[in-house]
């Protein structure tokens, strides 16, 4: 409501609360409003819990949003002050999650660099929608019913401002490099130069994931790691391209999508390497439900798992478990 009145817009939840207005949230991308909200990944109730998850996000990855993830409080930070920019520049439109792994980033204490707040406000400007309620001179409405002869066409006009949000997206975070100094892009590689056996992951294990590389490059391991930020819109084309000198790759998911195939990390990237004709091994991992806590040494095994499924010494009958109690 406020956004369609012409205000910027900025709301905030987690877990269930996000479930709570699922309906809305498709309504608030299928009308255009530019909103921003933080999104605290926490596991979804069943059994009940509070602890990291991505099931909430996830569960909304098709709402329309674009959902950009962070590994640390230094990249919710920076992501948040991007969001503005790209919600509302005039070829997207859309609204944009900017999430962070619940507790593990959103309760830690951490040291991250500010910036003064003069070029902040410079740099997201002011925001002068062109359509909004509260113009007397523009009589209108928001979120009418769609009749089936015009229906399709909004939706389709909605995925093409998803498309070339991906532009966007870079171009701002150019911007937001010249401010700052810190750069960023749909995904970050870690050591991916001549890796053999990749992890691709979402949000705060990458850390933990990066600590286990370093040991193990020196024990001679080629090993690397691409960061997903941008989930929404899919960087399929690009990931792919990442990977292609892989000999095997481990996709990690931080939710359970029920789908008897894995998570949707998972299932999207495996396609995008499937079109991309990609030759890596690959196997989806689920780790980290409920707060499942991640160690240096469960990725260290990922990694030797990867390598003895690239040499032929290890099989998997299914999307395993990381940490499972079996």
Known sequence: GASAAGARTLTATSSAGLALMWEVVYVAASSRQPIVMAVVNRGLTGPLNINAEHSDSMGARDSGWIQIYGENNQEAYDNMLQAFRIAEDPKVHLPVMICQDGFITSHAVENISLLEDGPVKEFVGSY???HYLLNGEEPMAVGPYAVSAYCMEAKKAQAEAMIRSKEVILQVAREFEEISGRGYGLFEEYQMEDAEYAVVAIGSVCGTTKDAIDRLREQGVKAGLVKVRVFRPFPGEELAEALKGCKAVAIMDRC???????GPL???LMA?????????ETVNIVYGLSGRDVRVEDMMQVYEDLKGLAEGRKTFEQYPYLGLRE
């Open 272 to 280: 995008a390497m499937y079109r991309a004709k990609a030759t890596a």
């Open 256 to 262: 359970e999508s029920y789908s008897a195939q894995g």
């Open 128 to 130: 002068e929608p062109e």
């Open 266 to 268: 998972g299932a999207e």
